[in-house]
């Protein structure tokens, strides 16, 4: 925990205030089995000719491929229809630079902030954002900075929230996401004239070895989201599915 808190690799802030404020996931595609259909026999007489038998192959061939042509449009039908079921009322992005993908509410609009690498925001309620943030890293798993409790902790009081604010962890929790370790958490800020309620998550991903050294280093990603305290309830449920969605992959 010591290298964390002593590395300029950590970045200046990546909680998102009323101050500053004065768009699967990688998701695999899903597959639907095609349902079966009774296939029309053709009986073919001893007496046909050969190019009787032809023109009965050449049906049988159009036959399956028709079903074939059926199955596809019904698969992508209903891949398309269920893709767009589970993102209803969300957008994604992928930074295929960075190597991360995430869902974000419909409405929120991107603004760029000085030492924020993507930030998605409400522009009515400014509290209400998603901000995405990376540094490079020596370690090569996020397990390998401390327990979920310990890191969060540092994170939150040194990176997520100025000094002046009054912070409480609400949870910390490790969860496992195609063999890579994640950190989920919730946290409450408060502030003189308001209270976020908010969610993060952090990973390390994309190691690779570092030129002229027998070392290997990382991403540090960092995802904040959240809301006014009296908005919680009604955006709880959004805030969880957007740090939900974040995922990262190889670049």
């Not at 002046?164 to 800020?189: M, R, S």
Request: proline share 4%.
């Amino acid at each position: 925990m010591e290298s964390l808190k002593n590395s300029p690799a950590i970045h200046s802030t990546l909680f998102l205030n009323a101050s500053s404020s004065s768009q699967m996931g990688l998701q695999s595609p899903i597959f639907f089995p095609c349902s079966r259909r009774k296939i029309t026999h053709f009986v073919i007489r001893a007496d046909q000719t050969t190019s009787s038998h032809q023109d009965v192959t050449g049906r049988r061939q159009a036959l399956a491929g028709g079903t074939l042509a059926t199955c596809i449009s019904m698969l992508s039908a209903t891949s398309t229809s269920s893709a767009a079921e589970t993102k209803k009322g969300f957008q994604a992005v992928t930074d295929k630079k960075d190597g991360y993908s995430f869902l974000y509410p419909f409405g929120w609009q991107e603004v760029v902030i000085q030492g924020q690498d993507k930030v998605f925001k409400d522009v009515i309620e400014p509290l209400e954002a998603v901000s995405v943030n990376m540094v490079e890293t020596s370690k090569q798993d996020i397990r390998d900075l401390g327990s979920p409790q310990e890191v969060v902790e540092l994170l939150i009081k040194k990176v997520l929230a100025p000094p002046t604010q009054k912070t409480k962890l609400v949870e910390a929790a490790e969860h496992d996401v195609d063999g890579k370790a994640y950190y989920t958490f919730e946290f409450i800020a408060q502030a003189p004239n308001y209270t976020r309620h908010a969610l993060g998550t952090i990973c390390i991903g994309n190691v690779k070895k570092l030129r002229l050294e027998h070392l290997f280093g990382g991403k540090f990603y960092t995802v904040t989201t959240g809301a006014n305290e009296r908005r919680w309830e009604k955006m709880k449920d959004k805030l969880h599915t957007v740090i939900d969605s974040f995922k990262i992959f190889n670049v």
